[in-house]
């Protein structure tokens, strides 16, 4: 199953939860705009987490994550970088229950499965007001500055995708 020298670029969230929709929306606008970039499989929707999440990004060699955060206090539409070496300090491998995405990486790569390295998973995180009121819009604070943080993000991305993966 492995897929050689390809990138997975996924929308994480749930489009009926406000703002948590954001990551959905931004893999589904990208999708559109990057349809002609060669080896990139964009899955627009994915709600899952934990250990479900090995099964999508397996075979792949590099992984750009779209989510949301919500941070105290939330600045709406402020957005972050990091790769999933940041995450390592949140392993916890002594319960597989409540598995996070550091700990599911972990114990894919446990198994033997083909997972993209650490350094070649690039999340972008974008700040939200309300990530648990069920409603297919997000907040208005959030929708306002959409063109704008989707921008600097697609610029970001962008210049992934020039970079070959590792």
Not at 5 to 23: F, K, R, Y
Not at 80 to 88: E, G, I, K, P
Not at 113 to 135: G, M, Q, R, Y
Not at 149 to 156: G, L
């Amino acid at each position: 199953m492995l897929r050689a020298m390809s990138t997975l670029l996924l929308g994480l969230g749930n489009p009926i939860l406000s703002d948590d929709a954001v990551g959905v929306r931004l893999a589904a606008d990208f999708a559109r705009r990057l349809r002609d970039v060669p080896d990139l499989v964009v899955v627009p929707e994915c709600s899952v987490g934990g250990l479900a999440l090995l099964d999508v990004f397996e075979g792949y060699e590099r992984a750009i994550v779209l989510d949301s955060v919500q941070a105290t206090p939330a600045s709406p539409g402020r957005w972050h970088r990091f790769d999933a070496c940041t995450l390592r300090e949140s392993q916890h491998l002594t319960n597989v229950h409540d598995v996070n995405f550091a700990t599911a990486l972990e114990l894919g790569r446990r198994l033997g499965i083909h997972l993209p390295d650490d350094s070649a998973i690039h999340i972008f995180a974008v700040e939200v007001a309300d990530a648990v009121t069920f409603s297919d819009r997000m907040t208005a604070p959030l929708e306002a500055g959409y063109p704008i943080y989707s921008q600097q993000i697609f610029n970001e991305i962008l210049g992934l995708l020039v970079t070959p993966a590792r």
